[in-house]
């Protein structure tokens, strides 16, 4: 790594990476000119790849216009189309818009929205939003009481209201089969309970990713939990929220997760790959039901500064065009079944890979010291973090949070932009398999070196 001088930014740690000098399509170089392939799409954000032309294009010739036009003095020509477009691709009826500038705001204006709702229909008692654990929606502090991850919410408990949660469906730990609906409505009927628990008549939403994102590891919904959750949340006026920040912008194989189960939510939220990494943006996706008695209530009390930026929204019309134009999701969906394909390898050759799961090019493999009893390897290895190291020093870079909460278990999302190619993904899993390699012989795990 090149000599560099002091860095004035801090983030969560001390790591410090390579200078990046460039990056085009799914690679990304250093300085010193080392060439990584992007295998989860930075935080599985760049859908499309990286330098675009299109893309870049569409932001130079907006840039030539204006960069900032505020909400409240003019509407903008690209804002305006981004809306009508995202509007057009959401289940029917939810073609209201709110822009934010990432997941975080997205999440809050969707919690915000719904309480304000409540509160114009005269169910001001309506207050409280279940949430799944563990699970992830974001860091600002209303967002925060909906995530289900020890680390991340236990230093700010006395700041804000936890809301209360109910587990993942995660049937892979629990020895049930995710293809039976029996299991589906297992998890989902714990929704039910936990709204009687809490009073049928405070329970204003549930909250839930389609698809999981970082803190499940693309985990899957049993067959039959999205239509059975739909049911409960409409036979107790409870409002469903899909935090499509991660799996929302055609990931999964569909632009909108929920489009798997055909199940309509009541709000949305996108962020991510809504953009792509070209600019921070975001949005919130509701109905004119929703947003009508808030607004002849006095309107909605929420904003950001750069909702609706022009810019931002003309590389979003240009990201979707872009996915359009060249069948991304066609391709996400074909390609991301390789890669699961070649995933699913490594739980013969590795006798500590203890699950591979996800949707699309949404995917994940999960460590275990046991697969038996899906134990997790010891928590002082952190694997969670070495893995990265090691892939990462190869020239790969995958993605990594604990697994059961934050505490421990370690899980890995193989994510890369949808433009990924049969060959790319041999690439991947020439590169990830060296890394498992080295990390395995690091610690004495065993190895099947015969294994196909």
């Known amino acids: 790594m090149s000599e560099r001088p002091k860095s004035h930014l801090f983030y969560q740690t001390r790591l410090r990476r390579p200078a990046l000098a460039q990056a085009r399509g799914i690679y990304m170089w250093d300085v010193d000119g080392r060439r990584y392939l992007d295998g989860s799409s930075g935080a599985m954000v760049c859908n499309i790849g990286h330098s675009n032309p299109h893309v870049l294009e569409a932001m130079r010739q907006q840039m030539e216009k204006s960069t900032f036009g505020y909400r409240l003095h003019f509407e903008t020509e690209p804002s305006e189309r981004l809306a009508a477009k995202a509007g057009s691709l959401a289940p029917d009826g939810l073609e209201k818009v709110f822009f934010v500038s990432g997941g975080s705001e997205a999440v809050e204006s969707a919690i915000k929205l719904a309480r304000q709702y409540a509160v114009a229909v005269g169910q001001s008692q309506r207050y409280k939003i279940i949430s799944r654990y563990p699970s992830y929606h974001g860091s600002t502090l209303g967002a925060l009481a909906l995530t289900g991850y020890a680390p991340m919410t236990a230093p700010f408990d006395p700041m804000m209201r936890q809301m209360p949660k109910i587990p993942a469906p995660r049937a892979y730990l629990d020895g049930l089969d995710i293809n039976r609906e029996e299991t589906g409505h297992h998890y989902a009927d714990m929704l039910e309970e936990q709204i009687l628990r809490e009073g049928p008549e405070t329970v204003l939403a549930f909250i839930v990713e389609p698809v999981g994102g970082a803190s499940t590891g693309a985990l899957v919904p049993p067959e039959g939990y999205m239509q059975r959750i739909r049911e409960i949340c409409t036979r107790y006026s409870v409002l469903l929220i899909n935090d499509e920040v991660m799996t929302g912008g055609g990931r999964t194989g569909?632009?909108?997760?929920?489009?798997?189960?055909?199940?309509?939510?009541?709000?949305?939220?996108?962020?991510?790959?809504?953009?792509?990494?070209?600019?921070?943006?975001?949005?919130?996706?509701?109905?004119?039901?929703?947003?009508?008695?808030?607004?002849?209530?006095?309107?909605?009390?929420?904003?950001?500064?750069?909702?609706?930026?022009?810019?931002?929204?003309?590389?979003?019309?240009?990201?979707?065009?872009?996915?359009?134009?060249?069948?991304?999701?066609?391709?996400?969906?074909?390609?991301?079944?390789?890669?699961?394909?070649?995933?699913?390898?490594?739980?013969?050759?590795?006798?500590?890979?203890?699950?591979?799961?996800?949707?699309?090019?949404?995917?994940?493999?999960?460590?275990?010291?046991?697969?038996?009893?899906?134990?997790?390897?010891?928590?002082?290895?952190?694997?969670?973090?070495?893995?990265?190291?090691?892939?990462?020093?190869?020239?790969?870079?995958?993605?990594?949070?604990?697994?059961?909460?934050?505490?421990?278990?370690?899980h890995f999302l193989v994510c890369p932009p949808m433009i990924t190619t049969a060959e790319n993904v041999g690439e991947i899993m020439d590169l990830l398999t060296s890394a498992l390699d080295a990390f395995a012989k690091e610690n004495g795990l065993p190895v099947r070196a015969n294994a196909a």
């Open 254 to 410: 569909r632009f909108f997760a929920a489009e798997h189960w055909n199940v309509k939510p009541d709000i949305l939220v996108i962020s991510k790959g809504f953009a792509a990494g070209y600019a921070p943006l975001g949005a919130m996706i509701t109905d004119e039901a929703i947003v009508e008695p808030v607004l002849a209530a006095g309107g909605f009390q929420h904003g950001y500064t750069y909702a609706g930026n022009p810019l931002a929204c003309a590389a979003g019309v240009a990201v979707i065009e872009e996915i359009e134009i060249q069948g991304m999701i066609d391709n996400a969906s074909r390609v991301g079944a390789l890669l699961k394909s070649e995933l699913e390898t490594l739980l013969i050759r590795y006798p500590f890979v203890g699950d591979v799961r996800g949707m699309g090019l949404l995917l994940a493999f999960e460590l275990v010291s046991d697969r038996q009893s899906m134990t997790p390897l010891a928590k002082e290895l952190n694997a969670f973090q070495r893995l990265v190291d090691i892939a990462y020093d190869k020239g790969l870079i995958i993605y990594s949070r604990r697994t059961r909460g934050g505490h421990e278990g370690d």
